[in-house]
């Protein structure tokens, strides 16, 4: 099955396979050099899109294929990133589910969930909701 | 005396690289006698949570046999990663 890709200047259409996210993440690399961002704050960004591609990637379309949209706007003041994440695959919203517990001992400690506590910490908002049948997750970071 | 091994962390942990540091890691403790790692972090600028599940599986292993992991010159951005996901709970940093 041929999966096409749309790549113009706002968003990029891939299948939802880790073989993509190095595209996704050059993607958004190339606009965030757009942003008066520091480094470490753009690295930050890039972490969490690895993060939330990584999981549609993962988890949206269970043993199926699909496809995600990532969009990345930088406001015109540059001082803004937003980053959009739309799939067809099936309804979730990661902001309902509990977080892991980050104070579990070394045992008990589990990695799943680590990619959207990153996100609610690191990011300055984040949004999801669930509309016309995709899941829409949205992040933004203000850059200093 | 039991020698400290050190193992210099690459620049990103990501998708594509947290393997080739497990296999490192791995390698710098599969005789019993390496028992004592050091995880140079000078260069690391990105770190996800498959680079948080690798130093979580060598510091578990090095825990039952009685070792010890240390994470040196962590940059800030990554200590926060590790305070926000609470592993800095967890790992020992010098």
């Known amino acids: ?144 | 005396m039991e020698e400290k091994k050190t193992v210099e962390a690459m620049e990103r942990i990501d998708a594509s690289h947290a393997p080739v540091l497990e296999e490192m890691l791995l390698k710098a403790v599969e005789e019993p006698e390496n028992n004592h790692i050091i995880i140079d972090m000078e260069h690391t600028v990105y770190i996800c949570s498959v680079g948080l599940r690798v130093l979580l599986t060598i510091q578990k292993k090095l825990r039952r046999r009685g070792g010890t992991m240390v994470i040196k010159n962590v940059k800030p951005q990554i200590m926060e990663i590790f305070d926000v996901t609470g592993f800095s709970g967890i790992l020992t940093f010098e």
């Open chain 1, 1 to 144: 099955m041929d999966i096409e890709k749309k790549r113009n200047q706002e968003s990029i259409t891939v299948e939802a396979a880790m073989e993509h996210l190095e595209e996704v993440l050059h993607f958004v690399r190339r606009k965030l050099k757009k942003t008066e961002g520091r480094m470490q704050d753009r690295l930050v960004v890039e972490i969490i899109v690895e993060e939330l591609f990584t999981n549609i990637a993962s988890y949206a379309y269970g043993e199926n294929t699909g496809r995600v949209t990532v969009e990345c706007r930088i406001s015109q003041e540059a001082s803004e990133v937003m980053v959009v994440f739309t799939d067809r695959g099936m309804p979730y919203n990661p902001l309902e589910h509990e977080d892991p517990d980050t104070r579990a001992s070394i045992e008990e400690r589990e990695i799943g969930g680590c990619g959207i506590l990153m996100a609610k910490k690191m990011m300055d908002d984040v949004q999801y909701e669930f509309r016309d049948g995709k899941n829409i997750l949205t992040i933004r970071k203000y850059m200093e």
